[in-house]
């Protein structure tokens, strides 16, 4: 067991019962509190100090079939331009009064753009990514850098770049958004701003300038000595994110250590410049088990979201269990103990999570507990 105890309640005080007198007058001084805008933290505390965090999220499956249909159906109703700006439906966890957040820091949706279609430039100050699930077609245009978008890429949009899209293909596309919308909402540090009508690139390169610049294993161009705030490199391409992952199950094979568990391989998405997350307030890993592996059961401070990219499996979080394949998205709250089984056939899994804004804060825990 670890050395702090986490089955343990909070001890509430008991009071001994007031007279009737005491109790008036008191009823009279929590009148003239909340008048006020004051709370007394004793009757309170319970609520503001938890023994451990009770997070008001709820664990929750996202079916990508029914995300993948409404989405087809909004592309026929609803156009893309300016004030809507883009195509995307928002994960609401039931949890979150309503509000489109799939966690209290994070924001999940699915962005769907009809062939031809482009979608106009602009920036806010909120970290923003893209992971591909399915077709190609679309290009990202990232601070005038055109980024081609294809199945199991994972794409980055710092805060206050500029970007938009532009879909040459005869096919729609749809894909996974994430942005830290929640977080900058609750800072009140949003920031949004239009850019131009038409995309400041239209072409449709085979590899950005980031990638030819930045993404070769091991170098960096010396013309840019310095740190960066968010990782240099615009797209993180399927096939060395797929290699990467195969190779640490054939150096397992070949009995050398490089997993993260028995059948478990996962890789983290960086900043080059740094070899921390790839944005400061989002972090993103690709996880592939064989069939029948099993994660290790966790509980942790933050927020995770998983989207399954292909095979099947089994999420357990809390209580709930929830059965997944294809293209659905479930997500973990903040210290609810998850793990998740491989199917029969294996799977592979994208996930994001907030936990670099806990690790800066110095309030990221970790407790693994003895067992499933």
């Known amino acids: 067991m ?126 923003a990514f893209r992971f591909i699930i399915e077709g190609e077609g679309v290009w990202t245009v990232v601070n005038g850098d055109a980024v081609p978008m294809k199945r199991g890429d994972f794409l980055i949009t710092p805060g206050w770049a500029f970007h938009g899209h532009h879909n040459i293909a005869t096919e729609p596309m749809a894909w996974l958004d994430g942005l830290d919308i929640p977080f900058a909402h609750q800072m009140d540090s949003g920031f949004f701003e239009y850019g131009t009508e038409k995309l400041t690139d239209e072409s449709t390169p085979e590899y950005s300038r980031s990638e030819r610049l930045w993404a070769h294993p091991g170098l960096r161009p010396v013309a840019f000595p310095g740190r960066t705030i968010s990782s240099p490199i615009g797209r993180f391409a399927w096939d060395h994110t797929d290699k990467a992952l195969s190779e640490q199950l054939a150096l397992e094979d070949a009995g050398f250590p490089g997993v993260v568990s028995p059948g478990h391989a996962a890789v983290r998405f960086t900043n080059t410049t740094t070899g921390g997350d790839v944005m400061s307030t989002i972090r993103a890993e690709f996880h592939r088990l064989r069939a029948g592996a099993s994660t290790t059961p966790v509980h942790e401070v933050g927020n995770r979201v998983f989207q399954v990219f292909e095979g099947s499996a089994t999420a357990h979080v809390g209580d709930e269990v929830f059965e997944l394949r294809h293209g659905d998205i479930v997500n973990v709250p903040s210290w609810k103990k998850w793990h998740i089984e491989a199917g029969t056939d294996g799977v592979d899994l994208f996930c994001f999570s907030d936990h670099p804004i806990f690790e800066k804060l110095d309030l990221a825990r970790t407790y693994t507990p003895e067992g499933i």
């Open 2 to 127: 670890s050395e702090h105890d986490y089955s343990t309640k909070h001890v509430e005080y008991v009071a001994p019962e007031p007279t009737a007198e005491e109790q008036a007058e008191l009823d009279d001084m929590y009148a003239r509190m909340d008048e006020t805008y004051m709370k007394p933290l004793w009757r309170q505390i319970g609520g503001l100090m938890p023994n451990t965090p009770e997070p008001s999220a709820v664990a929750h499956k996202w079916d990508w079939e029914e995300l993948y249909k409404l989405a087809q159906r909004s592309g026929e109703l609803v156009p893309v331009g300016r004030g809507g700006e883009r195509r995307a439906i928002g994960l609401a966890n039931p949890g979150l009064g309503g509000n489109t957040y799939i966690s209290p820091t994070l924001w999940a949706a699915i962005q769907y753009l009809a062939p031809g279609e482009n979608a106009p430039e602009h920036r806010h100050s909120q970290n």
